[in-house]
């Protein structure tokens, strides 16, 4: 069991709850500085604010044509990104750079060491906080201003008491980092095990003596002599909703009918568990997206672009989804299922690959999603596909599901470890 302060005192703050008696409690805007120097990327290297981090951008990575209108970042500085679709996502920068103006740079006075700032804002108590204090744009997209955060209040310790606190978390935090990466190296190897198996089903069969033909499509390669391709526009009915009439996210109620999003889809399943609710008239404005089993939802917009879930069953009776997400249904020409399966296979990943690569923000249009070229077997063919991904994919699923486990529990002690030493739950020495 770990050692207590041996007082504590009420810090008035929700999210802070008791802290030792002798530690501070501060406005954010009393231990940082708002840095809001506009440069260029050719001048200062571009950085990507991810939830593991300030990184040098990668080459590959989709750019916006604003290049020369960025924020400085300096070596230090504490960089959020302010839209709550990119929760988490902060940290301290290690070098100089340049980031987009969604993002907030804060440069750390004199009482907050930058190591430890990093374990306090990056924790989950304040990232809660943060967002909560932002304001809503559209439907599940709501960002959060300087002037919002600079009144949020901190728990701030002696110096000295920063920097060991710091050493402890750098320590404890390490070893769960290692035991994580090793689950997650099963992981990806399973995962490739998965992808090689779902893309030679959907482009060859399952018979590896059939004759082969080449399909004349670059992405897809060699398919049996007795398959077709077609365009997805030909056999399935594609449609999305272009936003929702100015849906605000305060306009979701307790009780209503499910509207899922991007985050709904979780492995390429839907998950009925974390969902916003809208009302009957929003419900009954876009009857076309209602969904039906047999639809499948794939994600069109944003980082989660791709990400894809067949509708199995209906387990709250009715639901919609929003803007961020198109609505596939397919004809008699294709099973629904084994066009979930091709959607997520590689020669998918490729054909959305070539089309989003250089954009801004990644993008598919119903356009484009309609003129994919997909292999199509005969129906029966179809079937037998999908029975036998279906019996292979959930024997590989159920051993990802128990790494899966591992991994959010060493993610759930860490994430506890790490509150409770910033809001000095339990002393470090």
């Not at 037998?384 to 591992?406: A, P, S, T």
């Amino acid at each position: 069991m770990m050692e207590r302060y041996s007082e504590y005192k009420d810090s008035g703050v929700q999210w802070l709850g008791k802290i030792p008696s002798h530690w501070e409690v501060k406005r954010l805007a009393s231990c940082f500085t708002e840095r809001k120097v506009k440069v260029s990327d050719k001048e200062f290297d571009p950085l990507s604010v991810t939830k593991n981090g300030i990184y040098p951008q990668l080459e590959n990575v989709a750019k916006t044509n604003d290049g020369d209108n960025r924020k400085l970042v300096l070596s230090g500085d504490f960089v959020i990104n302010s839209r709550s679709d990119r929760k988490g996502s902060s940290g301290v920068a290690k070098q100089d750079g340049s980031v987009s103006l969604i993002n907030i740079v804060l440069k750390p006075r004199k009482n907050i060491y930058p190591d430890f700032c990093n374990y306090l804002l990056k924790c989950y108590s304040f990232i809660e906080e943060y967002y909560r204090n932002g304001r809503g744009i559209v439907a599940d997209l709501w960002t959060t201003r300087y002037d919002e955060m600079k009144t949020i209040k901190i728990s701030v310790p002696l110096l000295n008491e920063q920097k060991a606190i710091v050493r402890y978390l750098n320590k404890v935090t390490s070893k769960i980092d290692e035991a994580i990466a090793q689950q997650q190296k099963m992981i990806d190897l399973l995962n490739e095990r998965k992808q090689i198996i779902i893309n030679n089903a959907v482009t060859k069969g399952l018979n590896p003596d059939v004759p082969m033909k080449n399909s004349g499509v670059e992405w897809i390669g060699k398919i049996p002599k007795h398959w077709t391709t077609i365009r997805l526009g030909y056999c399935a009915w594609i449609r999305a909703r272009l936003g929702w009439k100015g849906l605000k996210s305060d306009e979701y109620v307790d009780n209503g009918y499910p509207f899922l999003s991007a985050f709904n889809i979780v492995n390429n399943k839907l998950d009925w568990n974390k969902l916003n609710y809208i009302n009957k008239f929003r419900y009954e404005e876009s009857p076309e997206i209602k969904l039906r089993i047999g639809d499948i939802l794939l994600v069109k917009d944003g980082a989660g672009i791709g990400k894809c879930a067949r509708v199995d069953s209906l387990p709250l009776g009715e639901a919609t989804a929003n803007g961020s997400l198109a609505f596939i249904t397919a004809n008699e020409r294709v099973y629904y299922k084994f066009l979930h399966y091709y959607i997520i296979s590689n020669s998918f990943n490729k054909y959305k690959d070539l089309l989003i690569t250089g954009m801004g923000v990644p993008h598919l249009t119903q356009g484009e999603i309609k003129n994919m070229m997909l292999p199509i077997p005969p129906l029966n063919e179809q079937y037998i596909i999908v029975q036998r991904l279906d019996k292979n994919i959930n024997v590989i699923d159920n051993i990802l599901e128990h790494y899966l486990q591992q991994i959010t529990f060493l993610q759930e002690r860490k994430r506890i470890i790490i509150n409770d030493v910033v809001t000095g739950k339990v002393k470090v020495s």
